[in-house]
């Protein structure tokens, strides 16, 4: 069930008789996906192809003594072997690809570990071979000498003086003094505002806890995988999938010190990616081997090798306190989040330290985030990364600040909620945001006042996402028939295609059918950021209204030019060339006429559009959860969810509901049942869905959405983005519901039933 | 004239306890040059690590972006997702 409550605000195109935007037509990419025929990263097959496969450390820490490859090359049918020594020994260097800045030295020993392995299965070599057996036999054959080092996966501990130091060049950044020895802290950073002491002081009541969640899996169903080719010539070509092909393209050259030029990187269909696939594992690692061999080489990661070395997100560690007035109104916060960032730095603490308080305005604060490395997989960005970490924390203390105080939680947050004209916590004024109007629709809906029964509990979570827009390139071309094809450079992981050709098919007058949508290799479009921080259906959609507009005026223009009138004679209604002037008697001109005379006019039909595109509006959800706890077992089943979420316009309501719903399954997981759990050797022990278990249909109930519709006068149609504001909220909500069902505060993730269990039984 | 705050710490590593500056400038551009010349290295921190948020509106990589006279301007870390 979805609801969808509107508020128009001013959005360009949006005159409240759209055609084809806001309606639910049937996805483009669905045929394709339920016969099977879609094309993933694994798919592709290239004659002489080789299969590629990588030998991972066992070891949580050493260092690589020697690394002995004589006899695995000896192996019939080991076509290539590489090691760190096949790829440039690249110095520490921040450089832009994608959404934000990267280091490239971690990014390629994170590829390929150099004179060190810092998690249980950091790459130490790889081999092609003409068969996997053949692969998996040279991987046995090739003999690695380790010094194994005292290894740290906990972020306290990591934390620590005399933790193990993952590596020696890093000193604490942040800090007022730098600091004289290495430390596992890569980075502090601290947002503040007020007089905290004094608020605290002067505050009526206080709530203080110690949040903690574990490191969780983006866990997409399509594992990392890719095929490459390196010709003679120098030329490359990768097959991939990923967020992103223009990510991949750069990363690689990065990596491997090549051209851009000579790398064309195609996108597969992409079977999840949740933030996951914005970075490289096996690309770079392809290449070389093909260049070594001169064969095109497959390579495709297992789930073990999904869980152990592809990015996860941070395991945090978070305290936070408040402070309100008897009225409920929050007057101080004093929050510390450590987030686990893996085995090279940047976790998404900075990101959680901004959104952590970002739905309150709350005149007193003090929020300080560490982050930190571990010998674990380096974290990857997971939707909205770092906000549901810091929101678990924060949503969890309003919990117990609304109970302390005797207040109903929703009104708590209504009373302290940031509105349209105040400064966010992270700085910037807010516009154009519709968080009073998406707590409102969780107070109207019947879920908020429906009967709980025995052993059941309610919870309420709010959260907050930036969203981006960022640099976009999208193409029209108008096929002779009067069809058209959008062709952009973003991959589509939400439901983009969709919406890419809805919306130019509302510009264009056309039938949503008429509009075939594609994805584009790095050779076919111009460059476009990887699809990520909810950003496609804002920044491209913005590429695609815009080149449709272009093809609009010159279709006018082409139209006057076949009736024999000055072109501002011409409107465009509906699809066709309409003459103003009816006196004229000119007959309309549809879009299919005038294609086909389009050589008679001019030539092809065709406008692309790049663009850079700025005034993303954020979004916020609100998320409200009945539980129901079995006492004998711990087991919690999730009875009703209802998700309520500022959405901007909905450009295809289907697909936003489907990300509420989506995120919201990933987040109960998180709150449940996901975790790593490492040995006392540092190596991860679930590393496998059947250990590592995320919801399935089975686990959840259906999930209400509710789209509230505040448009973003910045996006044509009014979209913001929607694909991550569902993960923030839900961990929250969950263990605020499971919190309520057995009557005990719980403040650990997973909600596992030997903890809740345990809460019980204690009493 | 623009009122620019720098609402993250990692400001201060350039402008020490300043976190607030009235610049004459016209654009984004106009602005970051004159923040570095004030503080040193400073500009090149915002152009590589900052997003720039302009009466509320916040902008990645806008270096002509026009900063209208007497609005806000927030440096804030450039924001990325999943």
């Known amino acids: 069930m979805s609801d969808v409550l509107e508020r128009r605000d001013a959005a360009p195109l949006d005159d409240g008789h759209l055609k084809v935007v806001g309606t639910r037509p049937v996805r483009p990419d669905g045929a394709d996906k339920v016969t099977g025929k879609a094309m993933y990263g694994a798919d592709l097959a290239m004659p002489g192809m080789v299969v590629g496969k990588i030998l991972r450390s066992p070891h949580a820490h050493a260092r690589i003594v020697s690394i002995d490859t004589r006899k695995a090359r000896a192996l019939p049918g080991v076509k290539a072997i590489v090691t760190a020594a096949d790829f440039p020994d690249l110095a520490s260097e921040e450089f832009e690809a994608g959404e934000s800045a990267g280091n490239l030295r971690d990014l390629s020993q994170n590829v390929m570990a150099r004179h060190v392995v810092l998690y249980d299965g950091h790459a130490v070599a790889a081999v092609a071979a003409t068969s996997s057996s053949i692969a998996d036999e040279a991987l046995a054959l090739i003999v690695v000498d380790y010094e194994v080092l005292p290894h740290v996966t906990e972020v306290e501990a990591a934390m620590s003086p005399d933790a193990p130091v993952l590596h020696a060049h890093m000193f604490t950044q942040g800090l007022a003094v730098t600091p004289d020895k290495p430390s596992n802290i890569a980075k502090r950073n601290e947002l503040t505002r007020g007089d905290l002491a004094a608020a605290f002081a002067e505050a009526d009541v206080t709530v203080e806890g110690r949040y903690t969640t574990a490191a969780v899996h983006q866990g997409y169903i399509e594992p990392h995988a890719c095929v490459a080719s390196y010709a003679a010539d120098g030329q490359c070509q990768v097959w991939s999938s990923s967020q992103g092909q223009f990510m991949i393209r750069t990363y690689c050259a990065k990596v491997l010190n090549l051209e851009s030029s000579n790398i064309r990187v195609t996108p597969a269909e992409i079977g999840g990616g949740f933030g996951g696939k914005t970075t490289v594992y096996l690309e770079p690692v392809a290449l070389a081997l093909s260049r070594q061999c001169g064969h095109p080489v497959k390579m495709v990661m297992t789930r073990d090798e999904v869980f152990r070395a592809s990015g996860p997100t941070s395991a945090g560690v978070m305290t936070v306190k408040l402070g309100a007035k008897a009225d409920g109104t929050i007057t101080a916060a004093d929050v510390v989040l450590k987030f686990q960032a893996g085995a090279f730095e940047g976790s998404p603490v900075g990101a959680g330290s901004m959104t952590a308080l970002a739905c309150y305005d709350i005149p007193n604060f003090s929020i300080v985030g560490y982050d930190v490395v571990t010998n674990t997989p380096k974290v990857a960005a997971y939707r909205a990364p770092g906000a549901p970490i810091s929101a678990f924390a924060v949503e969890t203390a309003m919990d117990e600040l609304a109970a302390k105080l005797g207040m109903d939680p929703l009104a708590l947050r209504e009373k302290n909620a940031v509105r349209d004209g105040m400064k966010a916590s992270y700085g910037p004024v807010f516009k154009n945001i519709g968080y009073v109007e998406t707590l409102e629709a969780i107070r109207s809906h019947p879920h908020y006042t429906a009967p709980l029964g025995p052993n059941q509990g309610r919870g309420l979570a709010v959260g907050f996402w930036f969203n981006i827009g960022g640099e976009s390139t999208a193409a029209v071309n108008i096929n002779e028939d009067g069809t058209a094809v959008v062709i952009s450079g973003n991959p589509d992981i939400g439901g983009s295609r969709a919406s890419m050709a809805m919306m130019a098919a509302e510009v264009l007058g056309l039938p949503v059918e008429k509009v075939r949508p594609i994805v584009a290799d790095t050779a076919s479009i111009g460059f476009s950021m990887l699809t990520g921080g909810s950003r496609t259906t804002f920044a491209t959609g913005m590429a695609v209204t815009q080149a449709s507009q272009k093809i609009v005026e010159d279709l006018k223009r082409r139209a006057a030019m076949l009736m024999d009138v000055s072109v501002d004679q011409v409107d465009w209604v509906d699809g066709v060339a309409v003459c103003r002037d009816a006196s004229k008697g000119k007959a309309d001109l549809s879009l299919a006429h005038i294609a086909e005379k389009s050589g008679q006019t001019g030539g092809p039909i065709g406008a692309q559009v790049s663009l850079n595109a700025q005034g993303a509006g954020p979004g916020f959800g609100v998320h409200l959860c009945d539980v129901e706890v079995d006492p004998e077992t711990g087991h919690v089943t999730v009875l009703r969810y209802t998700a309520a979420q500022d959405v901007g316009k909905a450009i295809h309501p289907a697909y936003v509901e489907g990300q509420i719903q989506g995120g919201v399954a990933q987040g109960v997981g998180w709150a449940l049942n996901e975790e790593y759990i490492f040995d006392r050797t540092g190596h991860m022990e679930n590393a496998g869905f059947l250990d590592y278990r995320v919801p399935v249909a089975s686990d959840l109930p259906m999930i209400d959405s509710i789209l509230v519709e505040v448009a973003n006068p910045r996006h044509p149609f009014g979209a913001k983005g929607v694909g991550e504001v569902p993960i923030v909220p839900p961990l929250a909500a969950v263990g605020n519901a499971v919190s309520a069902a057995i009557g005990k505060r719980l403040t650990d993730l997973p909600m596992a039933p030997p903890k809740i269990r345990a809460a019980i039984d204690a009493g | ?82």
Request: charged share 25%.
């Open chain 2, 1 to 82: 004239m623009p009122h620019v705050v720098a609402a993250c710490s990692s400001c201060r590593a350039f402008t020490g306890d300043v976190a607030a500056f009235d610049v004459e400038a016209a654009t984004v551009r106009e602005m970051i040059r004159e923040l570095d010349r004030r503080y040193p290295g400073f500009g090149e921190h915002i152009e590589r690590r900052m997003a720039i948020a302009i009466d509320g509106e916040i902008h990645q990589d806008a270096l002509f972006a026009p900063l209208p006279p007497g609005s806000e301007v927030v440096l804030i870390p450039r924001i990325g997702g999943g």
